[in-house]
């Protein structure tokens, strides 16, 4: 993925969190000397910030995200069931733009439509064999159960949420417009809790075609210890 589409995404997302009154912290703007300066703070051993992949596919605008992580616990901490075991992202799904199909081993999230189009879901059940296409999921959706639609889809527009558990796969992509998309959830482990149904990387590789301005979470942490 080129550094200037990277940098690109990072500012539509500023100005689609910033329209809706979503203010970010001041690590949003931390350059990377700032995150050395800060060393082993708890901001960057959770792996905050600013997080954009295309999920190695090199068409961002059509299998894509941009994620900012605002707070997120350590591993070691939903092991041992004490102390900050809970995570939140604000992300920016574009029209159309897809998040494929994956299932978390052990996070349990509840997404929220905060605001723009709708955000449209398909879901199925299934374990580490892969969804069972054609099985209807039932979901809580804003604390009610919400079944799918026959093709699996479950569509929010802004406000509504689904909560998810790890028995079930998802993937999802705006529809009508891009979408303002909030996660609330047990602890992020993005190099060790995301199943994808066919084996595509996470986090991209970057083609340095112009200065690198956002100190992406993936290229902090690749050296860094990933849990507690």
Not at 8 to 20: G, I, K, L
Request: a negative charge.
């Amino acid at each position: 993925m080129k550094r200037s589409r990277i940098e690109a995404a990072v500012t539509a997302a500023r100005e689609a969190f910033s329209r809706v009154g979503f203010a970010l912290p001041p690590f949003a703007d931390w350059t990377d000397a700032q995150w050395r300066a800060a060393g082993d703070c708890h901001a960057a051993r959770a792996g905050l910030g600013w997080d954009v992949t295309d999920y190695g596919g090199g068409a961002f605008e059509a299998l894509g995200l941009t994620l900012f992580t605002l707070r997120n616990g350590l591993a070691g901490e939903l092991r041992a069931g004490r102390g900050f075991c809970y995570a939140e992202k604000l992300m920016l799904v574009g029209d159309g733009q897809l998040a494929p199909m994956h299932r978390h081993r052990s996070k349990v999230e509840d997404i929220i439509v905060r605001a723009g189009a709708t955000l449209a879901l398909e879901l199925w059940p299934g374990g580490e064999a892969g969804p069972r296409r054609g099985e209807p999921v039932e979901a809580l959706s804003d604390g009610r159960p919400r079944r799918t639609d026959p093709d699996g889809m479950l569509r929010l527009r802004p406000g509504e949420s689904v909560t998810l558990t790890p028995d079930i796969w998802h993937a999802f992509h705006g529809e009508g417009g891009a979408v303002v998309v909030g996660e609330v959830s047990s602890v992020n482990d993005d190099w060790a809790d995301n199943q994808f149904e066919r084996e595509i990387p996470r986090f991209p590789t970057v083609e340095e075609d112009a200065p690198r301005t956002t100190a992406l979470v993936g290229e902090r942490m690749q050296t860094a210890e990933k849990t507690a």
